[in-house]
Antibody, heavy 120, light 113 residues
Framework: QVQLVESGGGVVQPGRSLKLSCAAS????????MHWVRQAPGKGLEWVAI????????LYADSVRGRFTISRDNSKEMVYLQMDSLKIEDTAVYYC?????????????WGQGTLVTVSS | DVVMTQSPLFLPVTLGQPASISCRSS???????????LNWFQQRPGQSPRRLFY???NRDSGVPDRFSGSGSGTDFTLKISRVEAEDVGVYYC??????????FGQGTKVEIK
């Protein structure tokens, strides 16, 4: 069965960095694009970033562009989110979400999320 | 960016009664390929979001048939024919036609009266 397991969340001071990881299993990972979506405490969902199946293209929300970097390692079936220059408003649960591949439609599987708290 | 507007934001319902959530987009969600990329998600308390529908009305596996998705262009609706206790949570619409970014509605909180 499809599994997405995020890790790496924690408490970090403003201006510092944190790297999130997402371990994927149960599907042909190297064929799928992958997204990160976040949810601030008590708030709605916000798309953060996408990486193409082969890592050839990456897109970001305006709110994180230039500070966050999405990457993947298909040999390890992992996707990452490097978060630099963190701001208090980056505090959220970060979800790893499966993207598109032929015959499937994106956002069909979500991880359990990892909480990032940016606080001094 | 496409703005997704849901209404109502809070929906108290009686068990066994119907419920309806509206989602409107700031521009048509019909893609140049002819498809309409509008999804619905359910987020139960303390859980991750779960997709219910893709492309407006295609129900995901395991979603009860009391749920239905409909609409076109800029106006979409999620309906629950008879609300059950397990349907409590927040429901989101999301567009995947005009990206980036993929954009979500604000969410509609469904609770039992």
């Amino acid at each position: 069965q499809v599994q997405l397991v995020e890790s790496g969340g924690g408490v970090v001071q403003p201006g510092r960095s944190l790297k999130l990881s997402c371990a994927a299993s149960g599907f042909p990972f190297k064929e799928h694009g992958m997204h990160w979506v976040r949810q601030a405490p008590g708030k709605g969902l916000e798309w953060v970033a996408i990486i193409w199946y082969d890592g050839s293209n990456k897109l970001y929300a305006d709110s994180v562009r230039g500070r966050f970097t999405i990457s993947r390692d298909n040999s390890k079936e992992m996707v990452y989110l490097q978060m630099d220059s963190l701001k208090i408003e980056d505090t959220a649960v970060y979800y790893c979400v499966r993207g598109y591949f032929s015959g499937t439609w994106p956002f069909d599987y979500w991880g359990q999320g990892t909480l990032v708290t940016v606080s001094s | 960016d496409v703005v997704m507007t849901q209404s109502p934001l809070f929906l108290p319902v009686t068990l066994g009664q119907p419920a309806s959530i509206s989602c409107r987009s700031s521009q048509s969600l019909v893609h140049s390929d002819g498809n309409t990329y509008l999804n619905w998600f359910q987020q139960r308390p303390g859980q991750s979001p779960r997709r219910l529908f893709y492309q407006v009305s295609n129900r995901d596996s395991g979603v009860p048939d009391r749920f239905s998705g409909s609409g076109s262009g800029t106006d979409f609706t999620l309906k629950i024919s008879r609300v059950e206790a397990e349907d409590v949570g927040v429901y989101y619409c999301m567009q995947g036609t005009h990206w980036p970014p993929w954009t979500f509605g604000q969410g509609t909180k469904v609770e039992i009266k």
